[in-house]
């Protein structure tokens, strides 16, 4: 496993996921500012983050920006 997936493997492990007065499922991940989805179910809020936050290391790593650790494993920018 490379030390990109590790790190979104990690990030996945710290998932919060909370049902909304909406009756949206709304999932975010603490430490990643930013990385959140709401969606009709549950699994498709995680589906979603999942992208959100391969997307959100990408433009982080290819922008040299610090990514926060997440449960020991980091992942320094390119």
Not at 11 to 27: I, K, N, P, T
Not at 29 to 58: D, K
Not at 60 to 72: A, C, E, K, Q, V
């Amino acid at each position: 496993m490379g030390v990109f997936t590790e790190y979104c493997e990690a990030a996945m492990r710290s998932v919060c996921v909370e049902r909304r007065d909406d009756g949206l499922w709304y999932a975010f991940i603490p430490p990643c500012e930013g990385v959140w989805a709401a969606e009709l179910t549950r699994e498709q809020a995680l589906h979603l983050l999942r992208e959100v936050l391969e997307e959100w290391v990408g433009l982080g790593w290819w922008s040299h920006t610090p990514l926060p650790p997440i449960n020991r494993a980091t992942l320094a920018p390119g």
